[in-house]
């Protein structure tokens, strides 16, 4: 699923709050650590260079909402809304806490739902004319299956095809095959 991005506008006011699990965010919101990454796998072999790359599929993001509390009502608004991050009941491998969260930016990251990590509380800022909350999250994404291999290079008219090393498991199974193969024939000589 090929995934377009919304333009994202730096002025509009929607980028001043998120709405989790339907709870606007109150003061001012914004986002560090954001990103979308990918996963690797790089073998290198010794006394190589280069080396082999394997796609393992989209990453897992952690990043920081932070919000900013300026007013009295924000404090009003923040017992709302810190309740909608915080579990109500134990937290369980097979039940996760989980907060489906809106935003511009976690629209154009492909971000719906999160995990909650730390749901932080309210700090004075060091100059005093605001308070401060750190919520640390993680991107919720299940399991997919997303293994790929890079595409082989095209061989050479005077190379020939390639030839795919055998592993261990292809040696036993092709001497398993053999040994049957024999088996047969000596089974069909001693029927004649």
């Not at 333009?7 to 709405?19: F, G, K, L, S």
């Not at 049957?180 to 004649?192: D, I, K, S, T, V």
């Amino acid at each position: 699923m090929t995934m377009i991005a919304a333009p994202i506008d730096p002025r509009a006011p929607e980028q001043n709050w998120v709405v989790a699990g339907g709870v606007r965010s109150p003061g001012r919101a914004y986002f560090t650590g954001l990103s979308r990454p990918y996963n690797w796998q790089v073998q290198e072999g010794y006394g190589l260079q280069g080396g082999f790359v394997t796609f393992r599929g989209r990453g897992i993001c952690k990043f920081t909402l932070t919000i900013e509390l300026f007013k009295p009502e924000d404090f009003i608004q923040w017992s709302l809304f810190s309740k909608v991050i915080t579990p109500t009941q134990p937290v369980t491998p097979l039940k996760p806490f989980l907060v489906d969260m809106q935003h511009p930016l976690l629209a154009a990251a492909d971000i719906k739902t999160v995990a909650v990590e730390d749901a932080g509380v309210p700090v004075k800022a060091p100059n005093g004319d605001r308070w401060v909350v750190a919520i640390k999250l993680i991107d919720y994404r299940p399991p997919l299956f997303a293994l790929a291999k890079a595409d082989k290079s095209i061989p050479s008219v005077d190379k020939g095809k390639p030839i795919p090393a055998k592993t261990d498991g292809d040696l036993f199974l092709q001497g398993a095959q053999q040994d049957l193969a024999n088996a047969q024939r000596e089974a069909a000589m001693r029927g004649r």
